[in-house]
């Protein structure tokens, strides 16, 4: 069942931002650790998520994941601002200005 939440989250993806294949495997990347990592709470079943993601890297996408990921922090990806706040928040700083 979980498998099925990162297929999910790959169709959700707009087609416009994730065109690219390190596009799509950044996002593969993130959602594999949303739905998989979140859940580890031992270290060493992280280690162990983070070789078995790495060894899926290199044999399926041809990528490591130092390439992907060189912080070695998974991918972000959100969608935090939406046009009305930037409507809004510029509103507000030309009204600031004006002061």
Known sequence: ???LQ???GLLRA???????KLAMTRLWLHECFRVFSDRLVDSKDQEAFINIVSEKLGSI???TFHNICPSKQSPVFGDYMSADL???TTQYQLHLLEM
């Open 86 to 88: 930037v409507s809004i």
């Open 61 to 63: 996408f041809d990528q």
């Open 14 to 20: 707009h087609r416009n931002e994730h065109d690219t």
């Open 1 to 3: 069942m979980l498998c």
């Open 6 to 8: 990162v297929f999910q």
